[in-house]
Structures are given as structure tokens and as C-alpha cells.
């Protein structure tokens, strides 16, 4: 694992403002083997390469390695798509009951970046992806996959994972077990009474605006890596102990935001105090059973058995396209209310007063909410991200979602997300009216 670059996408300070983006359709297409194009009816394509395909370990059927490997160029692939099976993780059961897409014909998009006119199979030919998705409310329109990863793997989020822990707080506040995220901390989490995070509101760390100080700049010694290593690699230790050694406050809590994977750490631990359950039961029923989800899923755990709140959920492409499309319907699904719609809303809105959560001031182009982050434009639109190229853009007034995992060689890069927003923005130009 990058223990110094665990989560954060940090290319976010430095994107250019996406303008609408024409896109053009044509009647369904897929590639043979042999490269010429026939018709085929509407499903998932799956292909065994991809972009620099012998630099990630074509030729060693993309090896998943060891622990000790898993940063390595010719690991990636397999570690993104086996990161439960290589470290210590509790399952997501699947629905007792799954709950199935709608499939339509294909549609060739095309988006503009920098001066070239490209279409989506271009942009799969350029970008190390894994899986990409794009649906509209419950009908696939495009399922594709590269490096012979298939729609049964389970691909690591990263901190779209954040994003999860966030509802979850949603619905233990509807049930009562979080009385209020105006709570401190140590209402829920004793063994942090008397620090800094302790004395810090819950809504603080959903927005990340405690003002506790915690150093994400990736050089391998930074807090991150700190954090990284006591819960993976260190001997068990309670959880609430390692977090307690963050304890310095820098700014008053709620006035600045500063991107830190440990208050979703710490929002896991206010989780299983208030619901005594773990987070992927809670997760599983409470909304992964009820979404439908296909397939098992999981989460990584620490040495004491609590999850790795910031980072580590395993899910396949179609349940994250699931999970998508029920943040596009603010939490409803099918007609039940999972997410307390007024929670969803302002998990994706900036309220009044909250200038420094707003999209190009909490960065350059993103703003934040609720562990997720906010598209600027009148129109409510949110991303969940992780390192590597993990991301799901939702888009609640068309109910478009584009589900987007990759093995980017860089655990994150300035302007890293220009062209996966480029391609968003074509897709709903022309799909999302």
C-alpha cells in the first residue's frame, strides 16, 4: 500500500474548469478480436489489454504479488483487483435478493480534451482503465473492461470509501444511535476524551474542518504514513489509541478545510460505538442487501478487527454503478428510503456560512461536503475519488453515474482528473438532457 498516499486525488488543486462538451451517437458498435466492427447486443466487453499492458505484467497474467509488492508497476492490476484477498477483510454479503440493470444499445461518445476530438474507446486506449460504467438511473448504457479484468473482480475504492462512511453516519442519525453530528467525538469515542479529536464535533470531520493538524504530502514520513502503518502493518493496537496521537489544533474547528484520511477513521470508530456493530455489517444491512448487490464485497480490517474507514472497500463494477445510482435518487431506492433524503442533500450542498467548503475555495475547482466532493456549476453535481483513477460521478437531475476504476502509475498527479471529467461532461451533454 502507499501508506503516504493512501486517498487523496490530489490533482483536484489544479484542474481547469470543464466547459459542456459536444458528444455524438451512433448505432452500437463492439470491437471483435480481430479489430473490425460488428454489431452485438448491449452487455459488458471485456479486452486483456490495455495502455502500457506488458509494464503491468501482461505477460505474467498481471501477477497479484505479496504485501511487500503491491506498489510495484506489474502488481498493480492484480493488487487493485485482489486488495481483499491480500489484506485481512470482513465481507459484504451479498443481496439475498439481486437486484438487475436494464441494458440499452451502446452509445459512441465523443469529448473534446486539449486540441483532439476523441471518442470513449480512445479514451480507454489512452487512460489505464480497469472498469468503466456509465449508467442512467437503472438501464447500462456502457460496460467495458480492460487487462483481462472481468465483471466478477472485486476493484479496490481507495477513498471512495469515505463517501460510504458518511451515509452510514446518515442512517445511524435517522435511527437515533447518533443523536446529533453537532456531538463531540467523545460522546461516542471515550478512549479520545480529553484530546483534540476527542473535543471536535462530528460534522467537523464529515466536512474536514476539525483544524487538528495531519500531513498528507506523500513523502513517506508524513502522518498518513503514520496512520497507514500502525492499522496495516504495526502490531494490534486500539484503534482510538493510534488516532489519539494527532493532537496538535491548527485553526478553530468548522472555519478551514484540510483533506485528512484520518477523521474518516475516526468517523468508523463513532460508527461501531454508536451502533455496536461493524461497519460492513451495518453496511450490508442497511443498504447493500437492500440495493440488490450481486456479489460479495469487502473491507479491510486492522489488527483489532475494526474496518479501515478511510480506504479499502472491494466491490464489483456493477454494485458500485448500483451504489451510484442510489446517491442519484438522494438515497431512495425503489421506492424505500435508505439515506434520509434531506441528509443526502446536505451531504452534497455547501451550507450558508460555510464559504470555505465551496467548490474553488476548499480547492481550485472541487468543493466538499459530506466525505465527498462537490462539482462546481449550478446544477448539484458530486464525485466520490480515490488514488489511482478510482472515481463515481453522480449527476441526481439526469440520474447519469459513471463508475470509473484504473491503475494509474502515480498514486495521484496534478490535473490527474481533467480528462475523466472531460469525458463526464460529454456524456451528459448528450445523454443527460
Known sequence: MEWGA?????????????????????????????????????????????????????????????????????????????FGEIYPSRAVGRATAPWQFKRAPEPSITYSFGAERL??????????????????DDTILYEHYQYSRTDHDRLLSQSMAKTLVAMLVGVAVSEGRIKSIDDLVSTYVPGLAGTEYGNTSIRALLNMSSGVEF?????????????????????????????????????????????????????GLVLRSATATPLADYLRDRI????????????????????????????????????????????????????????????????????????????????????????PGERRRFALLGIRGQVILVDPASKLVMVHTAVHQKPSEPGGLREPLALWFAVLQQLGQ
Open 6 to 82: 493512501l486517498c487523496r486525488p490530489r490533482g483536484c488543486r489544479r484542474l481547469f474548469t470543464p466547459v459542456i462538451f459536444a458528444a455524438a451517437v451512433s448505432a452500437p458498435l463492439a470491437c471483435a478480436q480481430d479489430g473490425r466492427s460488428s454489431p452485438r447486443e448491449p452487455g459488458p466487453v471485456f479486452s486483456d489489454s490495455g495502455p502500457d499492458a506488458e509494464l503491468y505484467g501482461a505477460a505474467s497474467g498481471y501477477p497479484v504479488g505479496t504485501r511487500g509488492t503491491t506498489t510495484q508497476l506489474d502488481k498493480l492490476v492484480g493488487v487493485y483487483s485482489h
Open 119 to 136: 471518442s470513449i474507446a480512445d479514451y480507454l486506449k489512452r487512460n489505464p482503465v480497469t472498469g468503466l460504467l456509465i449508467a442512467r
Open 215 to 267: 500531513s498528507e504530502v506523500y513523502d513517506g514520513h508524513d502522518d498518513i504514513a503514520r496512520l497507514g502503518r500502525a492499522l496495516f502493518v504495526d502490531e494490534p493496537k486500539d484503534p482510538a489509541a493510534i488516532v489519539a496521537q494527532f493532537n496538535t489544533r491548527t485553526a478553530p474547528q468548522g472555519t478551514r478545510w484540510h483533506y485528512a484520511s484520518v477523521e474518516t477513521e475516526i468517523l
Open 288 to 375: 447493500w442487501d437492500a440495493i440488490g448487490a450481486e456479489a460479495d464485497a469487502s473491507w479491510a480490517i486492522d489488527g483489532s478487527g475494526q474496518e479501515i474507514a478511510f480506504c479499502c472497500f472491494n466491490a464489483i463494477l456493477r454494485d458500485y454503478a448500483r451504489l451510484a445510482r442510489l446517491l442519484a435518487n438522494n438515497g431512495a431506492w425503489e421506492g424505500r428510503q435508505l439515506i434520509p433524503r434531506q441528509w443526502l442533500l446536505d451531504a452534497t450542498t455547501v451550507r450558508p456560512g460555510d464559504g470555505h467548503l465551496a467548490p474553488g475555495v476548499a480547492t481550485s475547482y472541487f468543493g466538499y461536503g459530506y466525505q465527498v466532493w462537490l462539482l
